[in-house]
């Protein structure tokens, strides 16, 4: 059964840092994988999507990398802003018929000014 | 655009009441799915349709039904609330341009949350 970790739970980073949150997966046999954004109180927002066939996908300061053989992706984000701050989850799509969606439970980043 | 909308945005319920969870999208998609959210353990599926009239099961489905008449709706009813039902629940949308295929990312709701006495 695919499992989807996110370590850490929780980050905090002083304005400016550049940062990698991590994501894992234990089946490989993926069809693409997403990163989101949640502000609290609110739903998500998507920020990259990188199929089973990339390696990287890019947007703005963010740049989220794929390594299926290894089970990993990350999500890079470059200058980090106090707006950056939110909770970032990625998902894993298992098949085109997208029954099978795997959440992990998220990182939730704070950027100190 | 509205995008997703979902109404309630907060419900209290009491053990076995019923109720429906309303979402709404504008921007033609035949993907639609609801989700519950709870404290550290992710989303997780609850049920998905790819078209008018097509709904099928995710991960956790029982004690939910859905119907999707048209395009722009799709209902979550909560038959006989329980206490293990408390949670956020988010409906999303997506464009599936080739046969069902999640090939786009996923547009979310704002969420409702619901806690059952």
């Known amino acids: 059964k695919q499992e989807v970790t996110q370590i850490p739970a929780a980050l905090s980073v002083p304005e400016g840092e550049n940062l990698v949150l991590n994501c894992s997966f234990t089946?490989?046999?993926?069809?693409?994988l997403q990163w989101f954004r949640q502000d609290p109180g609110k739903g998500l927002t998507s920020l990259l999507l990188?199929?089973?066939?990339?390696r990287e996908q890019t947007s703005g300061r963010l740049n989220a990398s794929l390594d299926k053989s290894s089970g990993r992706s990350t999500l890079y984000i470059a200058a980090s802003q106090p707006g950056d701050s939110a909770t970032y989850l990625c998902?894993?799509?298992?098949?085109?018929?997208?029954?099978?969606?795997?959440f992990g439970s998220g990182t939730r980043l704070s950027i100190r000014p | 655009n509205a995008g997703v909308t979902q109404t309630p945005k907060f419900q209290v319920l009491k053990t076995g009441q019923s109720m429906t969870l309303q979402c709404a999208q504008d921007?033609?998609?035949?993907?639609m799915s609801w989700y519950r959210q709870d404290p550290g353990m992710g989303l997780r599926l609850i049920h998905y349709?790819?078209?008018?009239?097509?709904?099928d099961q995710g991960e956790v489905p029982n004690g939910y039904n859905v119907s999707r008449s048209t395009t722009e709706d799709f209902p979550l009813r909560l038959l006989s609330a329980a206490p293990s039902q408390t949670s956020v629940y988010f409906c999303?949308?997506?464009?599936?341009?080739?046969?069902?295929?999640?090939?786009?990312?996923?547009?979310f709701g704002p969420g409702t949350r619901l806690t059952v006495l």
């Open positions: 089946d490989s046999a993926i069809y693409n």
């Open positions: 921007m033609n998609h035949e993907y």
């Open positions: 999303a949308s997506s464009y599936s341009p080739s046969g069902g295929t999640l090939t786009d990312t996923q547009y």
């Open positions: 990188i199929q089973s066939s990339q």
């Open positions: 998902a894993v799509v298992e098949d085109s018929s997208a029954s099978k969606i795997i």
């Open positions: 349709s790819v078209g008018a009239g097509i709904t």
